[in-house]
């Protein structure tokens, strides 16, 4: 399984860009990168997806390097919204259990 | 259109208790998801439909777990003899075809077991 690991939590203030940087040593020749964003009391959202180089949509960028062992979710100008916890997810199309939801980043945001 | 949606909300239940959680998925996706999250851990996957295929049921904690999708419609999560330990909160997803398209999640059912 592409086991992943992120930071525990991050502080960040308001106007401020926010990177979060996942690690995925093991990740496999088709597995693709999601991340997800979950507030309290909700069910986790879809944020971006990608599987190399970098892809950005209107909420977000996501890095992916060459080696693909590492990817980085950056946020311009967050706001106080943007607390919530991030989760980086790495797998496949075929095999939900080998999709994996870790203990995500737990980002807060302040004035 | 109208999202996932879950019910009971919430339930509270009496240790030894069975209970039924139903999820309805959007429309049209053939992929449905249930998972668990304990209080501020992340999300435990707990079993996989897709279309007529049979459930993926690798994630299930234990026998008194078990699933039902009808057709490529309602699904419910039935817990069986429940558990202190089984306090938590129920997700269920849908998406469009497999686990790589974006999964769109229910509000979940909050289980308390006393």
């Known amino acids: 399984l592409a086991k992943t690991t992120q930071p525990i939590s991050m502080d960040s203030y308001e106007g401020q860009e926010v990177n979060i940087t996942c690690s995925h040593n093991?990740?496999?020749?088709?597995?693709?990168i999601t991340w997800y964003q979950q507030f309290p009391s909700q069910g986790p959202r879809f944020i971006i997806q990608g599987y190399k180089t970098k892809v950005t949509n209107e909420v977000a960028s996501l890095f992916i390097p060459a080696d693909r062992k590492s990817s980085t979710l950056s946020l311009p100008r967050v706001s106080l919204s943007d607390t919530a916890v991030y989760y980086c997810?790495?797998?496949?199309?075929?095999?939900?259990?080998?999709?994996?939801f870790g203990s995500g980043t737990r980002l807060s945001i302040r004035p | 259109g109208a999202g996932v949606s879950q019910s009971p909300s919430n339930k509270v239940t009496e240790k030894g208790k069975d209970v039924e959680l139903r999820c309805d998925p959007i429309?049209?996706?053939?992929?449905l998801y249930w998972y668990r999250q304990r209080l501020g851990q992340g999300l435990e996957f707990l079993i996989y439909?897709?279309?007529?295929?049979?459930?993926?049921k690798s994630g299930l904690p234990s026998d008194r777990f078990s699933a039902e999708r009808t057709g490529e419609s309602v699904s419910t999560l039935t817990i069986q003899r429940t558990q202190q330990e089984d306090s938590a909160v129920y997700l269920c997803?849908?998406?469009?075809?497999?686990?790589?398209?974006?999964?769109?999640f229910g509000p979940g059912t909050r289980l308390t077991v006393l």
């Open positions: 439909f897709q279309g007529n295929s049979a459930p993926d």
């Open positions: 997803a849908s998406s469009l075809r497999n686990p790589r398209n974006e999964q769109f």
């Open positions: 997810l790495v797998g496949a199309g075929s095999s939900a259990s080998k999709i994996i």
């Open positions: 429309s049209g996706h053939t992929a």
């Open positions: 093991n990740i496999a020749t088709n597995d693709y």
